[in-house]
């Protein structure tokens, strides 16, 4: 290997990680400001018409123990306690809006395409008709048998509920976390402290 390329190697290299780190601060900016305007519009404006904290985390946990099993366990009957009518999805791809059909059929296609699929969640939060996970899309190629992976964030909005509006933001293809221990759930307890 000639000294030239491994200089360009070595430039190419620091700039992936240098993208990688600005891509996930930026996420982490993003997934904070989004919590920290839930949390200045719940304090500042009273709502006697909301529940409880305890009661809001604890419908958000239910919805997403159902969401799980739609993803991981095919269990198609629960779309619509998890997902409104329409469906605002928010990614590097753009915005779109789906219906709540039109979505747990691209669910299915996903689950067919790729049987193994799973999100391995790594930490998440709830807050008011938010949530947030940092997680990986985890599955082997079909044709090659190779492992493959995918990480990224996401952040919520339900109403009634369920699932309203959702924004995304992944790393690249064979990205993933460095953590070595994920939640056994999507609503378990985070193994960070």
């Known amino acids: 290997m000639s000294d030239g390329w491994k200089i360009a190697s070595k430039s190419a290299r620091q700039s992936s990680i240098r993208r990688g780190v600005m891509m996930t601060l930026g996420m982490t900016l993003f997934a904070a400001s989004t919590f920290r305007s839930t949390l200045a519009t719940s304090s500042a404006e009273p709502d006697t018409t909301r529940s409880s904290t305890v009661s809001e985390d604890s419908q958000m946990r ?3 123990d159902r969401w799980e099993d739609v993803w991981h366990g095919g269990k198609f009957e629960l779309v619509p306690s998890c997902i409104e009518d329409n469906y605002i999805r928010h990614s590097e791809k753009g915005t779109r809006v789906v219906t709540r059909e039109e979505y747990a059929a691209e669910v299915a ?3 067919k395409e790729k049987p193994d699929f799973r999100t391995v969640v790594y930490d998440h939060w709830f807050v008011s008709n938010r949530a947030w996970f940092r997680f990986s899309f985890k599955w082997t ?4 048998g190779v492992p493959q992976s995918q990480s990224g964030i996401q952040t919520y909005r339900a109403v009634n509920g369920r699932l309203a509006e959702t924004w995304q933001a992944m790393h690249p293809l064979g990205s993933d976390w460095n953590d070595t221990t994920a939640q056994a759930r999507w609503t378990s307890p985070s193994p960070i402290k």
């Open 109 to 111: 296609t996903i689950r």
């Open 62 to 64: 239910d919805l997403f």
């Open 141 to 144: 190629d079909p044709e090659t």
